[in-house]
């Protein structure tokens, strides 16, 4: 069965940091790019980073750029967000999917198989 676990969100203050990852199962996941999402209240779903098959790339939406780092160990099959510098409108539920077929980008369309979320709140 495919499945994605995220975990390590939590409560922050702004600058904070804060590790998220996610553990994949049921699928041979190096062959696929996988990505990180979030969704804030009454906002639509927004990619955050993703990168790709082996690791080499990455990309991120402008927002976070300097900031966030996504990584993969294709071992055991986990990808992680290091969250650096939060700032309050980081606050969202973070996702972590895998992409269909052969795509690589930010697009929430192009992601299938969604975890259940993790959430990320940053209060000042």
């Known amino acids: 069965q495919l499945q994605f676990v995220e975990s390590g969100g939590g409560l922050v203050q702004p600058g904070e940091s804060l590790n998220v990852s996610c553990a994949a199962s049921?699928?041979?996941?190096?062959?696929?790019?996988v990505g990180w999402f979030r969704q804030a209240p009454e906002k639509e779903r927004e990619g955050v980073a993703c990168?790709?098959?082996?690791?080499?790339?990455?990309n991120y939406v402008d927002s976070v750029k300097g900031r966030f780092t996504i990584s993969r160990d294709n071992v055991r099959n986990i990808v992680y967000l290091q969250m650096n510098n939060l700032k309050p409108e980081d606050t969202a539920v973070y996702y972590c999917?895998?992409?269909?077929?052969?795509?690589?980008?930010?697009?929430?369309?192009?992601?299938?198989?969604w975890g259940q979320g993790t959430q990320v709140t940053v209060f000042s």
């Open positions: 049921g699928f041979p996941f190096d062959y696929y790019t």
């Open positions: 999917a895998r992409s269909q077929d052969a795509y690589y980008g930010l697009d929430p369309q192009r992601f299938i198989y």
């Open positions: 990168v790709s098959r082996t690791g080499s790339k990455a």
